[in-house]
């Protein structure tokens, strides 16, 4: 599109929103931010929200796209692995990849989300506007009803094009799916876990309390805890746990005794550097862990879902964030194709970017079984083991599939998801008839031989589920 003089609504000023009006204002559009809540800014709206995000390549690609990495650096905490802390306290690192320039960054969503803003802003055409919640969208004629909160009135935004990013409850989502204007799908898919922030705060003097670069899990097969760290020497800590299965459940820890019992049995160590314990869980909400898939995103030439408004996914891959800063990125791609309606743009970014978010949202809830219990079993720590010394050894020749996902942005989640699943079976498979022993027995030349029968094992598994019509 080359007529850059349109309008431009977006619904929601969230980090894929707010990054969205950064780019498409760098690319001279007219843009209206739109945004439900008070500007996080001025006043502190994490209220139960996750307050640290894991920022990785493919975000880091949409940071560069707008030319702000070096702004956001100052921001991150790198994380090179996964501390596992079993129940009675040892630990053990286990490394996101044997390359070690490849790492994840602990990154506050608050002040990316505000750096974002401050950047969109800089721009004269870009106008940012809080506190007005959208109600619906007219998506035929292109129109958005908002309530302006301080005044309780309504008005009625227009704009040449509506593109909503304002998440998992996405308003303009809703009005596709009341509209019955055309065939809408729709699912919303909810674990039977749902998660609870808590926090371990700085030591003396901004000190961290415990090992500052990494991801810290306490993986308990039905429930698990992480940590991440912060600037401030805090870690935010989020229980995972089921809402009424099994003896300990959100739905009986109603007591303070209850919980210090629950934390006594199965995380001790973690529960030594948390005297603010029962303050957080009692004060802090327990929130539902969701998927939402849906299609089509956009109506004509009109109106586009895009973010977690299009796509939401549970956390256990740290891709949320990752995969709707790629999003940006993935539209931009196709506005640079030249194409001259809005229809044939919104028609082609779905078609290449849907297969994909559908990809990353089912390998966050293979990532929620794995980090709760699989890191624990023998056969899969091997695994790991094995994939880290292929990456450690023959850098080039091998990336797992978290590696495919995390750190090669340039491999659409589609075919992480192929290669990495595929990769999986047959190292598993191996491992448990023994045609591959364990990492620590192998010399450099065994282990290219067992690099070779893995990717000969692994194309056979790709082509056995090509044969299975699970992938074309």
């Not at 429930?223 to 935010?236: C, E, K, Q, V, Y």
């Not at 899969?380 to 797992?400: G, I």
Request: net charge negative; aromatic share 10%; charged share 25%.
């Amino acid at each position: 599109m080359k007529n850059t003089q349109q309008n431009i609504l977006i619904i929601g000023a969230g980090l894929c929103g707010s990054l969205l009006a950064l780019r498409l204002g760098q690319r001279g559009y007219k843009v209206n931010l739109i945004e439900m809540r008070p500007d996080l800014r001025k006043t502190d709206i994490s209220a139960g929200r996750s307050i640290n995000l894991a920022l990785s390549d493919r975000g880091i690609k949409a940071m560069n796209l707008v030319g702000i990495q070096d702004k956001i650096e100052p921001l991150c905490i790198p994380m090179n692995g996964r501390l596992l802390h079993d129940v009675e306290g040892n630990t053990t690192l286990a490394p996101y990849s044997g390359r070690e320039h490849e790492y994840i960054n602990s990154i506050s969503r608050g002040m990316l989300n505000a750096l974002l803003l401050d950047e969109a802003e800089k721009h004269d055409n870009v106008n940012i506007y809080f506190n007005r919640k959208c109600e619906s969208v007219d998506f035929e004629n292109t129109t958005a009803r908002f309530t302006e909160f301080d005044t309780k009135k309504e008005f009625i935004e227009d704009a040449d094009i509506i593109i909503a990013t304002d998440g998992a409850g996405s308003a303009m989502r809703q009005s596709y799916y009341l509209g019955h204007k055309f065939l809408f799908s729709f699912s919303q898919d909810y674990l039977s876990h749902g998660y609870k922030e808590l926090s371990i705060l700085p030591g003396e003097n901004g000190s961290y309390k415990t090992y500052k670069n990494a991801l810290h899990i306490w993986g308990r097969e039905a429930f698990m805890l992480i940590a991440l760290p912060n600037l401030d020497g805090s870690f935010t800590v989020t229980l995972f746990l089921s809402y009424d299965e099994g003896e300990y459940n959100f739905n009986n820890l109603t007591t303070e005794e209850r919980v210090l019992e629950f934390f006594t049995k199965y995380f001790k160590d973690a529960l030594d550097l948390m005297p603010n314990l029962i303050d957080d869980f009692f004060t802090n909400p327990t929130a539902p862990l969701g998927t939402v898939k849906c299609s089509p995103w956009h109506y004509k030439g009109n109106t586009l879902l895009m973010g977690d408004a299009a796509h939401a996914i549970v956390p256990f891959y740290g891709q949320g964030m990752n995969a709707s800063f790629e999003d940006v990125v993935e539209f931009d791609k196709v506005l640079d194709e030249g194409h001259d309606n809005w229809e044939t743009i919104f028609k082609v970014y779905e078609n290449s970017r849907k297969q994909d978010t559908d990809a990353i949202a089912d390998l966050a809830i293979d990532n929620f079984h794995e980090m709760k219990g699989h890191v624990n079993h023998p056969n899969f720590r091997e695994k790991r083991d094995l994939e880290m010394a292929f990456e450690k050894t023959f850098p080039n020749d091998y990336s797992s599939k978290y590696s495919l996902v995390t750190f090669n942005e340039e491999v659409s989640y589609r075919d992480a998801m192929l290669r990495g699943r595929a990769q999986d079976k047959a190292i598993l498979n191996m491992l448990a008839d023994g045609v591959i022993t364990k990492t620590k027995d192998l010399s450099t030349e065994e282990l290219l031989v067992t690099l070779e029968k893995v990717k000969v094992e692994t194309d056979i598994v790709l082509e056995d589920d090509k044969i299975a019509g699970l992938h074309k």
